[in-house]
């Protein structure tokens, strides 16, 4: 593609969005003819939100970027669950992010956030914007150490501090608690962004549908109601920033799909033998012995041969290898709709095609419009900075084309 002369890019990141939600939106439907449009655009395993952007923002698998989605820290002896991500390692990614890698560059960045993404894997942004940091008391005594200087001046009280987001609620792991929209909150933020501020790459995350998939289920009516004000969004989105720029590129993109619980099952593991860690599509699971491990993988076989498939010591080459230091000894990958989660109607992270599947488009006055093989959430971080002109060294093997 002719990326000359662009300078300025957007992601527009809808979590878990699919065609099949895009079909439902009648005045965006014909957004993927107008766009560079990938229908097989793939995410990387596990297909799940942190791992997911982690690799959207370094161009890299969680191999490399170490996040792997909730798991069992060895070294302090503590889950580490994205309800607490406040407890995170605030350098958890292991390699640079693409904001990082802007930044050297002299380019100024931004992400906006409905979800505690942002303190993870926007590491390196100019500025971080999501529920928590917005509240200005919070932010002195906050972990990560945002500078009130980092506050941009644009904001101010004409922000609906109504919507607060509680990730540290452990007990509220899908945030029934707040009945408001973080959806609304990322738009009136991403609005002023983009009138007030001259950021090079700005990515705007909204993550509500992916929380009502889980709480009510993929083809929910609750679903089916938020769909109309994403399409909304977007419009709206596109054309401020049509308006204010010649000639930006603009990704609308989704971080993974998600797949209707068929079946929820429970993992036969006998107390105190193993630790579980759940993430929906899959389960992390951690033990102190070998013979323990061996013996619960034989049990889960025989049981639920059919529905989960194991991911112990996976080899460099399998599709599974997400080898970190903090993998679980074993790791089982649930099929179809199987899980061992007590409360979604929907999940995501395992292998199957509708976890994997992710929207993307991409719109710019240089790109040549139509369909487009090969789109992968790899592909995005090296064609960010081809588009602002500066280099990047992240490598992987994985990423077949290092461009989309
Ligand atoms: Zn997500």
Not at 46 to 63: C, K, V
Not at 162 to 180: A, E, I, M, R, T
Not at 279 to 305: T, V
Request: with cysteine.
């Amino acid at each position: 593609m002719d990326l000359m002369n662009q300078n300025k890019v957007f992601i527009i990141l809808i979590d878990s969005l699919t065609h099949n939600d895009l079909q439902k939106c009648p005045q965006l439907s014909n957004l993927k003819n107008n766009a560079m449009h990938f229908p097989n655009a793939q995410t990387i395993f596990p297909s799940l939100t942190f791992s997911s952007i982690s690799s959207m923002l370094t161009g890299l698998p969680p191999n490399k970027h170490g996040i792997i989605g909730n798991f069992y820290d060895r070294t302090q002896k503590k889950k580490m669950l994205f309800q607490d991500v406040r407890n995170w390692d605030p350098n958890a990614i292991a390699t640079e992010t693409i904001f990082e890698i802007a930044s050297k560059n002299g380019l100024r960045t931004m992400m906006i956030t409905g979800f505690a993404v942002g303190r993870i894997c926007g590491r390196g942004a100019d500025i971080i914007l999501e529920p928590t940091y917005i509240k200005y008391e919070d932010i002195a005594s906050f972990p990560f150490e945002v500078p009130l200087s980092k506050v941009p001046y644009w904001i101010s009280e004409q922000i609906d501090d109504s919507y607060s987001f509680h990730v540290d609620d452990v007990n509220d792991p899908l945030g029934q608690k707040y009945v408001d929209n973080p959806d609304i909150w990322v738009m009136q933020l991403a609005k002023q962004a983009i009138k007030n501020d001259a950021s090079d790459l700005l990515l705007f995350h909204f993550p509500y549908l992916d929380f009502l998939k889980h709480y009510y289920g993929k083809d929910s009516a609750e679903v089916n109601n938020h769909l109309p004000l994403l399409e909304k969004i977007i419009e709206e989105l596109l054309s401020y920033i049509m308006n204010k720029y010649d000639s930006p590129v603009i990704f609308i993109m989704s971080d993974h799909g998600s797949t209707e619980v068929t079946e929820r099952i429970t993992l036969p593991i006998e107390d105190n033998s193993a630790i579980i860690i759940r993430n929906g599509g899959l389960s992390y699971l951690y033990s102190e012995s070998n013979s323990l491990i061996n013996e619960i993988q034989h049990k889960i076989l025989s049981s639920f041969g059919s529905k989960v498939e194991f991911v112990a010591r996976p080899h460099e080459l399998s599709p599974y290898y997400v080898v970190t230091k903090d993998i679980g000894d074993l790791t089982v990958c649930f099929k179809g709709g199987v899980t061992d989660s007590h409360y979604a109607k929907a999940i995501h992270g395992s292998l199957s095609s509708s976890d994997m599947g992710i929207f993307l488009s991409l719109i710019g006055s240089n790109l040549s419009k139509g369909f487009h093989e090969n789109g992968n959430i790899l592909n995005i971080a090296p064609t960010i900075a081809e588009i602002l002109n500066i280099s990047f060294s992240n490598k992987t093997k994985e990423r077949k084309d290092s461009l989309l």
